[in-house]
């Protein structure tokens, strides 16, 4: 039922009778300054592309000696200027504004929201003129954690627009919420099988497929197998937030990076190599990366690779410098830097979540 049948007819609220006999007395009432010191509430509707308001007031029935509620008088508003002033005396009064009904309460929150982001303009000496709520009493700048908000000032609207905020910050934590526990999973199981006493490569590879927020958690998309036409085949393509793309190659966690000599393994090279072709096809053949893969113009790309166990002083410092040689092109990863980066990441969401 619309808000405003309830008014429809006049709603007794009290008699006035004093004494045990029942003697009736006249009351005495002030001439108020403003009509919106004797407004219960406003009714707010929404018809053919306007806004409307009915004002529910309380009415003395000289007849039956009692006061009732009655909808005295109903508004017409020729704009947003017109309706958000009136809103906004509403507001200054304390009076409540309600909706009608559900396409009411639509534009009713669009109405607050205006009022509360872009200003009003009221009529002075003749001129419209624009100002804004200050910050203070600004809904839209409330923390819904804030102990100093006086719930009992807010409007029907302000509390809408709060509901609203509080519904984004839901989904907010819950999509991080989702997010930690995926990251933990993928931790986890990279854990134990790079632990495992028979490290099976195969299922390094489906962990990695399953868990690509291991590389960060700007990642959107996973492209397994990716082919560069029928001359080469990725392991990975990862499509990060911006809209670029990251290539991955992995290798053996079992292979070594350096040799006893100290010069780069034959897998490395080759890994390494691996890319390098990837680039310059890539380069050749645009048209058909334009139609594949929009963005994949000049990516960057990981190397997994190997352990950082089987690495020495030496060979970490080499692969320092490697990195830092080859760092607008590729990053050499071991395994434990991929868990490690991981681990990191996993330590920065938990921190902001905690602190949030």
Not at 70 to 86: A, H, P, T
Not at 112 to 139: R, T
Not at 239 to 250: A, F, H
Request: a negative charge; aromatic letters at 12%.
């Amino acid at each position: 039922m619309d808000r405003i049948e309830l008014y429809k007819q006049s709603k007794l609220l009290r008699t006035f009778i004093t004494g045990l006999d029942g003697e009736t007395k006249d009351v005495e009432y002030s001439n108020s300054e403003s009509i919106y010191e004797i407004i219960k509430e406003v009714v707010f509707d929404f018809k053919d592309g306007k806004s409307l308001t009915n004002l529910i007031v309380y009415v003395y029935n000289k007849a039956n000696n009692r006061l009732e509620l009655s909808n005295l008088l109903e508004g017409s508003f020729k704009d947003d200027d017109d309706i958000i002033s009136e809103l906004l005396m509403c507001k200054i009064y304390n009076v409540p504004v309600v909706p009608n009904n559900k396409t009411s309460e639509i534009e009713l929150l669009r109405l607050y929201k205006k009022m509360y982001d872009s200003g009003f303009a009221i009529l002075d000496e003749g001129k419209k003129k624009k100002y804004k709520i200050v910050d203070d009493h600004n809904i839209l700048n409330y923390s819904l954690y804030d102990s100093k908000i006086n719930y009992s000032q807010l409007s029907y609207a302000d509390f809408e627009i709060l509901k609203e905020k509080l519904a984004i910050d839901i989904r907010k934590y819950d999509s991080a919420y989702i997010l930690i526990n995926y990251l933990k999973n993928g931790i986890d199981e990279l854990e134990k099988i790079l632990n495992a006493d028979r490290r099976n490569e195969n299922d390094l590879q489906m962990c990695i497929s399953k868990y690509a927020v291991l590389f960060g958690t700007e990642y959107i998309k996973v492209i397994p197998k990716f082919k560069f036409g029928s001359d080469y085949e990725t392991d990975y393509v990862l499509q990060k937030n911006d809209g670029l793309y990251e290539v991955v190659e992995l290798e053996a966690s079992t292979h070594k990076l350096f040799t006893k000599n100290g010069n780069p393994s034959s897998h490395l090279i080759h890994a390494e190599q691996q890319i390098f072709d990837w680039f310059e096809w890539l380069e050749r053949n645009n048209p058909y990366i334009r139609e594949n893969l929009n963005d994949l113009y000049s990516p960057t790309a990981f190397i997994v690779i190997g352990r950082t166990k089987d690495l020495s002083e030496t060979d970490i410092k080499k692969l320092r410098r490697r990195n830092i040689i080859l760092k607008n092109y590729v990053k050499i990863l071991t395994y434990d830097d991929l868990l490690k980066r991981a681990r990191a990441l996993l330590d920065l969401l938990t921190n902001e979540s905690n602190h949030s």
